[in-house]
């Protein structure tokens, strides 16, 4: 009896601390560098991968192969309403996103854009995608009508705009700035957004969400979550660092990625203190446009640490 009892604690400490987290390939890495490079002390034994695609993610998640996801907020969001066990943890980017068009191309507002084709990153119903959509048909213009749009990896919508082959790209840092040597800034979608819905963060990009059973498990939600706070801290406390850690990863230039930061905005806030804030962003998309956020989340969708 006491061999068993021994075991299953053994088995709950192994539960409790050995866990795997899945985060984009692409600017976010900056928050997790302190993980990565295990610069940052965590009781975890963490195992990070990284997901290129939404589908991709979605396939982790499902498997049940994950305990922690990075993901847009609105994709988790519509993940969690279709059935999907996943929940809010927290916010932590909120500034990422900007319109970059050739610099001949004549915008004045909103409706410069009609008629035109605008590529933006990885697919369907990400950030860029939904509130892209949203400004488009608050302004009158209808998407995929009016207004159409193309998918593509970040990288390869750099390329195509530096050679010329693509005039309108909506995309996060630091891809951006890859792309100023060959064109300009017209529109800050954070900006447009606040201006659109009174928010005053920004955009509720990228959150943390907790998966399946760990959910019963308040105390590794809290002990990752702290984790996590404590590698963006270190990140911002190091950054020449970070960047070195995530240039290594991205295969972009440090230099770039620091003067990307610049137009970036990461602060990790939980889903109790942004709750508000986030389903003010999704009451706005459900209104307006309902194909990019058919239903709101119920409560239950935030996960308050404790």
Do not use: H
């Not at 061999?3 to 050995?18: D, F, N, Q, R």
């Not at 230039?253 to 905005?265: E, G």
């Amino acid at each position: 009896m006491k061999k068993i009892g021994i075991l299953l604690v053994l088995l709950s400490v192994v539960w409790v601390y050995a866990v795997t987290f899945i985060n984009p390939y692409g600017p976010t890495i900056f928050a997790v560098a302190g993980l990565l490079d295990k610069q940052v002390k965590t009781d975890m034994a963490l195992e990070t991968k990284f997901w290129k695609t939404m589908d991709e993610a979605t396939a982790y998640i499902v498997a049940k192969k994950v305990n922690f996801a990075a993901l847009p907020v609105v994709f988790g969001a519509n993940l969690y309403t279709q059935g999907v066990d996943v929940r809010l943890v927290g916010v932590y980017s909120w500034r990422l996103f900007y319109l970059v068009t050739t610099p001949d191309f004549d915008y004045k507002n909103i409706q410069s854009l009609k008629g035109e084709k605008i590529y933006t990153a990885q697919g369907r119903g990400q950030t860029a995608d939904v509130v892209l959509r949203y400004l488009l048909t608050a302004n009158g213009l209808e998407p995929d009508k009016d207004v159409t749009f193309a998918y593509a990896q970040p990288q390869e919508i750099v390329a195509l705009f530096n050679s010329g082959k693509v005039k309108i790209a909506a995309v996060p840092e630091p891809f951006v700035t890859m792309m100023l040597s060959k064109g300009k800034i017209v529109m800050d979608l954070q900006d447009e957004w606040n201006k659109a819905t009174g928010t005053k963060y920004g955009i509720p990009i990228t959150g943390i969400f907790v998966t399946g059973k760990l959910q019963d498990y308040a105390r590794t939600v809290k002990l990752f979550q702290q984790s996590f706070m404590a590698s963006l801290s270190w990140s911002y406390a190091n950054v020449d660092k970070a960047v070195d850690i995530t240039s290594k990863q991205l295969g972009i230039p440090a230099n770039v990625l620091k003067v990307s930061l610049d137009r970036s905005y990461y602060q990790y806030i939980t889903a109790a203190d942004c709750k508000s804030e986030v389903l003010k962003y999704f009451k706005k998309l459900n209104e307006m446009y309902p194909e990019g956020l058919p239903k709101i989340p119920d409560d239950n969708f935030f996960f308050e640490v404790k």
